[in-house]
């Protein structure tokens, strides 16, 4: 059975516009929130070193669809679900509701990536445990 994480949080006024609405921006940090919390909550972070290596997870494509408006004060749930897994990438999938109703639709494809004394970057294997723990999140 698959499973979805599921975090929650209050919009704060820095997230909103003048009419104290949630600002369509603030959607793509609260999906990179959540997958950051997915990942501490599994033992492992978006900057990490492994087997010797740093590794990050530069996103390489992001989307969004709002279909109601949240706001200021409003809690968030944010479910996230791995839509798909390959050998050095993820693409997540994100619902956001406000009690119980949604309110739009996310996805995130990261990839993970050894980063060099240089700062440049090369595609890797994600790290099997940390693949193996994903499964359960993978529909």
């Not at 921006?25 to 997915?38: D, G, N, P, T």
């Not at 909550?41 to 070193?49: A, P, Q």
């Not at 980063?115 to 090369?122: Q, V």
């Amino acid at each position: 059975m698959v499973s979805e994480f599921r975090t929650r949080r209050l919009l704060e006024f820095e997230d909103t516009d003048t009419a104290q609405i949630a600002h369509f921006s603030r959607f793509y940090v609260f999906m990179e929130q959540a997958e950051h919390a997915l990942l501490r909550s599994l033992g492992f972070s978006v900057h990490m070193e492994w087997e010797g290596r740093k590794l990050g997870w530069p996103r390489v494509a992001a989307a969004c669809e709002f279909l109601k408006p949240i706001r200021f004060e409003e809690e968030l749930e944010v479910h996230l679900m791995v839509r798909r897994k390959g050998t050095k990438s993820m693409t997540y999938a994100f619902d956001f509701r406000h009690d119980g109703e949604l309110i739009a639709r996310g996805e995130m494809t990261t990839v993970c990536c050894a980063i060099a004394a240089d700062g440049s970057l090369a595609g890797v294997a994600i790290p099997q445990p940390l693949a193996d723990q994903l499964e359960e999140y993978s529909g």
